[in-house]
């Protein structure tokens, strides 16, 4: 197996080169002989997105799983919010077989050594180690199939409430594994839906919907407008990672969602602390401030947030990117549908459009994510170097998974991707001026050290 595909928080590359049935084989052989000798469990949860591969690697995966001696629960093919719901209700670790919002020719698994969310960091590497090592249980497993399905659609639908207000929504599950329970979903609810790109054969497009990146809501923008609905959301191929827009057509950042979710909920939850990733908008924190809350900046990527969410019962946290933890009414799947349906909730309350209600928080300059190819060893060394310059000119920064570089009124976040041989810059500022200055600095500084 190559090192590559052992990254920060999942395993993840291209099938067939980077991930094939050899290799699923492998890492069911070792994640299963792994938990029973160093967790103590005799039992795992499997599932699989519906790429056109999932389904070989799944049967590959299982078969490790069960020649090490373990118990295998298979729900066949979920999204991972499902799949994070099923370990929840068994009490159980286990696989995710997806490359989230990666191309339809990736694949991946998304994996578990505790209650909280996935692998991340050492984690990681130490299942990388212990194959490596090729000493493995063997056994006759046993495997028991079920169907979460329903148990899951009425999960959600139980903590909802909706108002009068009947809204139109325009969805795009982008041909993903949303597309298997959407429709159920939102027809037990009062919503007038339209969906577009429905199949659920593993074509869906190589660009997912992402809140950061205009042009992949292109289509959900047009239809929007088309049929003057009150909302559009899109998901990726998994379903954690939500895009929404508005009913004039205007994409609605994640941090203004998640403003409109604060201000919903800060009064009726207990624990006040909410939680948001280093690339994301000042204008949230400022926010939690303004309303009597705590703020707290976590390291992007779902390994983290989610298990930081879990841990000490944060009712609200997100990611720029588009994932969204809601822990204030059920235990967080983060699951982009119920997040959506969070929204659509406080929109049948209320007489106020989308946009109006947007166009009450606060608006801040910044960038979208701009990516700097490099390599998987440079990139490391271009992060180095700059942390070297903020120190030569005495600037403030904080360091979390790279470099928040902190001046009066912006910021300017560099970092190393995890998932592919990047580097990445976001800047934001309350003055434009500002931030394209800070742009100049930092993409300046990070071409100089990237040759």
């Known amino acids: 197996m190559k090192d590559k595909i052992f990254r920060e928080y999942d395993i993840r590359g291209k099938y067939p080169v980077d991930i094939n049935e050899d290799v699923a084989y492998k890492i069911g052989l070792g994640y299963g002989s ?3 000798e160093f967790l103590n469990q005799n039992a795992c949860v499997i599932s699989h997105d519906n790429r056109l591969s999932s389904e070989s690697l799944h049967k590959n995966l299982i078969k490790g799983l069960l020649d090490t001696g373990l118990k295998v629960i298979d729900y066949g ?28 020719d990736d694949n991946g698994f998304k994996f578990s050594f505790d209650e909280y969310t996935n692998a991340r960091g050492i984690m990681v590497k ?21 169907n979460i399905k329903e148990d899951y659609i009425n999960y959600i639908v139980s903590h909802l409430k909706f108002g009068k207000k009947r809204i139109k929504v325009v969805l795009d599950p982008a041909n993903g594994a949303t597309t298997t329970i959407a429709r159920d979903v939102f027809e037990k609810l009062n919503i007038d839906l339209t969906i577009i790109n429905e199949e659920s054969d593993g074509s869906f497009p190589n660009h997912h919907p992402d809140p950061s990146v205009e042009k992949n809501l292109e289509q959900l923008k ?7 609905a009150d909302i559009g959301i899109g998901f990726d191929g998994d379903g954690d990672r939500i895009g929404i827009v508005d009913e004039l057509g205007n994409i609605v950042s994640i941090e203004s969602y998640a403003i409109i979710i604060l201000r919903n909920i800060i009064d009726k939850v207990e624990n006040k602390k909410f939680l948001y990733d280093a690339k994301s908008s000042d204008n ?13 900046i976590c390291r992007t990527a779902t390994s983290y947030t989610q298990e930081k969410v879990l841990k000490e019962n944060i009712p609200l946290g997100f990611q720029y990117v588009g994932h969204i933890s809601l822990n204030d009414r059920l235990r967080d799947t983060e699951s982009a549908m119920y997040s959506s349906l969070r929204l659509i909730e406080i929109l049948s ?22 990516k700097f190819p490099s390599s998987d060893e440079k990139k490391y060394e271009v992060i180095a170097n700059i942390k070297k310059y ?29 998932t592919g041989p990047n ?7 309350k003055d434009e001026k500002s931030l394209n200055n800070l742009v100049k600095i930092f993409s300046t500084l990070i071409d100089i050290y990237n040759k």
Not at 128 to 141: E, L, P, R
Request: with cysteine; hydrophobic share 30%.
């Open 349 to 370: 309350k209320t007489d106020k459009t989308l946009s109006e209600l947007v166009n009450t928080i606060p608006k801040y300059f910044n960038t979208p994510e701009q």
């Open 77 to 104: 093919l979920t999204t991972t919010p499902m799949h994070y719901y099923a370990r929840y209700v068994n009490k159980l670790f286990g696989i995710m077989i997806t490359a989230s919002h990666n191309p339809k």
């Open 284 to 296: 949230f924190k400022d926010e939690v401030l303004r309303l009597g809350g705590t703020p707290v």
């Open 34 to 36: 792994f938990i029973q």
């Open 126 to 146: 130490d299942l990388k180690t212990y194959i490596d090592k090729g000493i493995f249980k063997k056994g006759n497993g046993t495997i028991e199939h079920q």
């Open 390 to 418: 903020c120190d030569e000119k005495n600037y403030k920064y904080i360091e979390i998974d790279g470099l928040k570089v902190l001046f009066k009124d912006s910021w300017a976040y560099v970092r190393a991707s995890n």
């Open 222 to 228: 047009n239809k929007v407008k088309e049929i003057k």
């Open 423 to 429: 580097i990445t810059l976001r800047c934001e500022s």
